[in-house]
């Protein structure tokens, strides 16, 4: 059955149940008819026994003069009995054999019987036994009537209905495959426009019925499907690409330092220039391969996370270590100032690539002393990164966490444009914020603020969690 097509199914469920309806209903029709001609024969009998009664208490009048046919007769007959089963008066046709049985004329000496149906030479007859004290003794009338006119009226329904039963159906059936095919019309060229849909062009849209029902519902939901989907296909696209054109110039660099190493015979100092370049250069494809996996979890709806408490001047401290030495040889500072212990609930790893980004921009795009500040800010720790460079344009707050976004689009190897985007990504992960300013210096500014993790609460805290806005849970 669940094979079939899914017309085919609505027709034979449609089929099944007016079956059903279409059998109880017949059922229900021959019982009413044959409670109503039941009722009718049944009065006939008692209004012929009380005639009858009437003639024998009052007349001398025998059966035969005074009306009735045999049994086999459309008409009723009628015969009277002695306590005995004697025939004392009978209609004519009858014969000389008492219609009731000894059971039967026993208990019709006391009450009314009546048979229902009794097997005669003529055919099935119904019989009706009445006491009577006429003449001075006691009697039983018994009036009877065939059931021939009952029985062929009941069979002539019984064969109407097994005829038009199953013409009906065959009529119910059809106009139910007709009903269904055009209910699922819609349906069918909303799937023959979705088979034409290909992933390379996903602009096209399903056609939504006028109809303000589920299936127009389901196309409007299925079109929204689509939507989404083109706009993930294209910022896939866009993201591969702009992978591409970043990985292209670290190698392309690459590339350019060996040719240039390997040309000819190079001094010491060439070639530790020419291995000094090579190393910034792999450190910073590292660091973009190490981006793009973090986004590429993000685009999963997932970020693990090691949750654990975190000392925030320690941490400042360490990133300012790890970027000391790209500072000297730039000519920078890197300055810490988180005098107060404060601590907050997070992922070391985690906040030290947001830490790094921040550092790493400042180095490549800021000026003058990097400051690394620890505050605590009402339930919050903020921490600022800061340089005394030209900061950031009026408009670039707008798309500074959009990946693949520069301050300045016209810098060429400066960058793959994903720091910001990075930070806001781990920052989200903890349940915290960032925000761009300006620095009181005239610089740029970012500000990371997460939730301080009182000394009390240290001790019962999840260690472990992932994806992004998750909360953290403590005393």
């Known amino acids: 059955m669940s094979r079939l097509p899914l017309r085919a199914r609505l027709t034979a469920a449609f089929v099944v149940a007016m079956a059903a309806v279409l059998a109880g209903l017949s059922f229900l029709l021959v019982d009413r008819l044959a409670s109503s ?12 026994a009380a005639d009858l009664t009437a003639l024998v208490e009052q007349s001398d009048t025998g059966l035969r003069e005074a009306s009735g046919t045999p049994a086999g007769g459309a008409a009723s007959f009628a015969q009277v009995l002695d306590t005995k089963g004697r025939i004392v008066d009978e ?22 019987v009546l048979v229902t149906r009794v097997r005669r030479s003529g055919g099935d007859v119904r019989l009706l036994a009445v006491p009577v004290h006429a003449q001075e003794r006691k009697l039983v009338i018994v009036v009877g009537a065939p059931l021939r006119q009952r029985d062929q009226a009941l069979a002539a329904l019984r064969r109407e209905l097994l005829v038009g039963g199953p013409l009906s159906l065959l009529a119910v059936a059809l106009f139910g495959y007709l009903v269904a095919a055009a209910a699922l019309r819609p349906v069918e060229r909303l799937r023959a426009r979705a088979s034409s849909i290909s992933e390379r062009d996903l602009s ?39 992978a591409a054109h970043e990985l292209r110039t670290p190698i392309a660099l690459l590339r350019a330092e060996v040719d240039v190493a390997l040309d000819r015979p190079r001094g010491e100092p060439e070639l530790r220039a020419a291995l000094q370049s090579i190393g910034e250069e792999a450190d910073r494809l590292s660091q973009l391969a190490d981006d793009l996996l973090l986004l590429a979890r993000l685009d999963e709806g997932r970020l693990p996370l090691r949750l654990e408490p975190v000392d925030v001047r320690e941490l400042l401290t360490d990133v300012a270590v790890r970027f000391a030495r790209r500072a000297t040889e730039a000519e920078r500072r890197i300055e810490v100032d988180a005098d107060r212990p404060l601590r907050v609930l997070g992922d070391r790893l985690r906040l030290e690539q947001a830490l790094g980004n921040l550092v790493d921009n400042a180095l490549r795009h800021g000026g003058g002393t990097i400051r690394l500040q620890a505050l605590e800010a009402a339930a919050d720790v903020e921490i600022h990164v800061a340089d005394d460079g030209p900061g950031f344009p009026a408009d670039f707050g707008a798309v500074a966490f959009e990946r ?9 190897g400066a960058g793959a444009g994903l720091g910001l985007a990075i930070v806001k990504a781990i920052l989200d992960a903890h349940g915290g914020r960032v925000t761009l300013g300006g620095s009181s210096a005239g610089g740029a500014e970012v500000c990371l603020a997460l939730r301080r993790l009182d000394p009390a609460g240290a001790a019962e805290t999840e260690t472990t969690r992932s994806g992004p806005g998750a909360r953290r849970r403590g005393r």
């Open 37 to 48: 001609l039941d009722r009718t024969l049944n009065q006939g009998l008692h209004a012929r």
């Open 404 to 412: 693949f976004t520069r301050a300045d689009s016209s810098r060429a």
């Open 91 to 112: 209609t004519r046709g009858l014969g000389s054999r008492p219609l009731l049985g000894t059971e039967q004329l026993r208990r019709a000496r006391s009450a009314p």
């Open 204 to 242: 096209e849209r399903l056609p939504v019925p006028r109809a303000r029902d589920e299936l127009a519902r389901l196309g409007e939901t299925l079109n929204a499907m689509l939507a989404r989907i083109e706009r993930g296909m294209k910022q896939e696209r866009a993201f591969v690409a702009d």
